[in-house]
């Protein structure tokens, strides 16, 4: 089959799952107000971080009285400070579905070494029962698997009255998706997800219950200086008002401030929604009218609107060893690339062959819709050039 070259490509071809793709209209003269040569102890540093802070509160809806702080080390700092600070008080259930959930697990396991701990797993494309989390335990979960495009349906499976915390990794949830902040205790997302802002900041939310657990409670184990929340046993208010731990670069702070001011302008978390919702609809609308695709996650209910992870059903593809399969997608990808037509949509190296295509709020649905006809494009190329060589 033949299908001819699209004449036209995306006008943003980014569609990586992080760093996400910038917001509509981004220029870097945006930033030219940027707090740069000064310290973030100064007066301007401390007021933008202060700034962002509140903004994030405002964009995320985050009740008044949960804390935000601006952590090191993205996401992944964001939750390790929470694993670290706040586990081993009591057992603790662990959800995994895909490699980053996999990734906390192996940490809690293997590095805090705790032994009360209940594992539910799912492959890829599936979710744990979550009605076997019991309310007494601690749990740790992604609520959007990013490599395998698999989220919570919902907070429902989380008790109103449990006992143990929720410690919730949102980073390609926030944002994009509606977060149940009553069911909540530690929220963790990175600037460079959803908003498309730059790499190496985390934000840590806590419900009070984390920060009572906080105060209450001291792990067995040291705990490195970037990860300490408290002083003298009580939490430590400056992190939560932009005294960050360690110095942040105030360029991608005007940089997040920039993001968050777009999400304010376009009408907020709600709009924000709509357009994940909106680019996540363009792929199932082509996937309903192209028989050799499909999504990984079966349940709609589970899909993800923003990492949306796909898979190929042709029988000529999907006969092949995973090896072969990888390498398919990879030429496919690769076609596309150098075309200028679309980057970084490839699958997450640890899950399935396939595709994994970005649908936050950043992205354009216009966009893609362009990107899936040069999908089509590039895979009856790379399909005529695997029959060419068997």
């Known amino acids: 089959m033949t299908v001819a070259k699209p004449a036209s490509r995306p006008n943003v071809p980014h569609f990586s799952s992080g760093p996400c793709a910038k917001r509509p209209g981004w220029n870097a003269q945006n930033l030219k107000d940027a707090a740069l040569g000064r310290s973030h102890r100064a007066k301007v540093g401390k007021t933008k971080l202060k700034l962002a802070i509140d903004l994030t509160r405002e964009v995320l809806e985050v009740p008044a009285d949960y804390r935000i702080g601006i952590v090191p080390a993205s996401d992944t700092g964001a939750v390790e400070m929470a694993l670290w600070s706040l586990l081993g008080a009591r057992p603790v259930t662990t959800l995994a579905w895909e490699s980053f959930g996999e990734g906390w697990v192996s940490d809690i396991v293997k590095e805090l070494k705790l032994k009360d701990v209940t594992k539910l797993n799912a ?21 959007n698997g990013t490599t395998s495009g698999v989220r919570v349906p919902n907070a429902d499976w989380i008790s109103a009255t449990r006992e143990g915390l929720t410690i919730c990794d949102a980073t390609s949830a926030a944002f994009a998706q509606p977060l149940d902040w009553a069911k909540l205790d530690v929220v963790t997302f990175s600037w460079q997800k959803a908003l498309g802002g730059e790499a190496a900041h985390g934000m840590l939310i806590l419900s009070p219950r984390a920060v009572e657990r906080l105060e209450t409670y001291k792990p067995a184990w040291p705990l490195p200086k970037i990860f300490r929340m408290t002083k003298g046993g009580k939490i430590n208010e400056g ?3 932009g005294e960050t731990i360690n110095t942040p670069s105030m360029l991608c702070v005007e940089d997040y401030l920039d993001a968050l001011n777009w999400a304010k302008s376009i009408g907020g978390l709600k709009a924000l929604i709509a357009r994940a919702d909106a680019n996540t609809k363009v792929l199932a609308d082509w996937k309903a009218k192209t028989p050799w695709i499909d999504f990984l996650a079966k349940d709609a209910a589970i899909r993800s609107n923003t990492s949306v992870c796909l898979k190929f059903t ?3 593809i999907t ?20 075309e200028g037509a679309g980057y970084d949509f490839a699958y997450y190296r640890d899950a ?6 970005w649908c936050g709020a950043t992205v354009e649905a216009k966009d893609v819709e362009i990107l ?7 895979f009856a190329e790379t399909k005529a050039q695997l029959a060419k060589a068997a």
Request: proline share 7%.
């Open 239 to 241: 992190i939560f008002v």
């Open 314 to 316: 042709d029988p000529a």
């Open 123 to 143: 492959a890829y494309g599936e979710i744990p029962d979550l009605s076997k989390v019991d309310p007494k335990s601690d749990v740790v979960f992604t609520w």
């Open 319 to 338: 006969s092949l060893s995973d090896d072969a399969q990888a390498e398919f997608s990879k030429k496919l990808v690769a076609l596309i690339e150098k």
């Open 352 to 357: 399935p062959a396939g595709l994994r295509i």
């Open 372 to 378: 899936t006809q040069w999908i089509d494009w590039a």
